[in-house]
């Protein structure tokens, strides 16, 4: 798949996106004409009231939801004018998902959840680099278990190595602590940003919580579909 030129040296960059659903009582406008433009190694936090189109923002980005106008730019490659299968190589070769709800196969051990994507990629030495990635979260007795043998701390740091594996240029994290309690999330939320630092990559953090956004390098509310 072949890239476009990057607008302007932004790894991001989203001109006048909307995103409009239907519903039974009509059209609803999740996002109405965003601008935004991120260069990479940033850490953008990403405020603002539940239904105010945040994780809808995230979606876009990952190519897992369609825009109805405008034009969205991610490493280099127009997602509007590519197909299913080459969304899904670009999600598989340039982004990383963190899930509140972790998103684990339950049927896989830790080792084999962040092994996955490196498979995908037909990376050499697949489960040398998904051990050392959760040797990197503190994981690594922890090999062998399935996720129902993890605490909730546990899993969201397999899901961070899963996503830092790969070497991804992006990440998403959407309410990455919104299931852990206060003294877990602060753990899991240092070691996002360590991991973001180390890496160079590029973090899009969305939080309903304004002092854990602050941690950013910048913040941007969403509001009725709009940034400010």
Not at 78 to 93: G, P, V, W, Y
């Amino acid at each position: 798949m072949d890239a476009q030129p990057a607008r302007a040296s932004s790894i991001i960059s989203l001109s006048e996106v909307k995103v409009t659903l239907e519903a039974s009582a009509g059209p609803v406008e999740i996002l109405r004409g965003v601008n935004l433009d991120i260069k990479p190694g940033t850490a953008l936090g990403i405020v603002g009231p539940s239904g105010s189109g945040k994780t809808t923002l995230l979606m876009v980005l990952a190519g897992l939801e369609a825009i109805n106008s405008g034009t969205i730019d991610v490493c280099g490659h127009d997602l509007t004018s590519l197909n299913e299968n080459q969304l899904a190589a670009f999600r598989r070769d340039h982004v990383g998902i963190v899930f509140q709800s972790f998103h684990l196969i339950p049927a896989m051990t830790a080792l084999e959840n962040v092994a996955v994507p490196l498979e995908f990629k037909d990376t050499p030495d697949a489960y040398k680099k998904a051990t050392r990635a959760l040797d990197r979260v503190g994981l690594s007795r922890r090999l062998g278990h399935y996720p129902s043998q993890l605490s909730g701390g546990e899993q969201q740091r397999v899901a961070i190595a899963r996503a830092m594996a790969a070497g991804a240029s992006i990440i998403l994290a959407d309410e990455p602590t919104g299931n852990l309690d206060s003294e877990t999330g602060d753990i899991i939320i240092n070691l996002l940003f360590d991991m973001q630092r180390e890496n160079g990559t590029t973090l899009l953090l969305v939080t309903h919580d304004p002092e854990l956004a602050k941690k950013c390098d910048r913040v941007c509310e969403v509001r009725d579909g709009l940034i400010s």
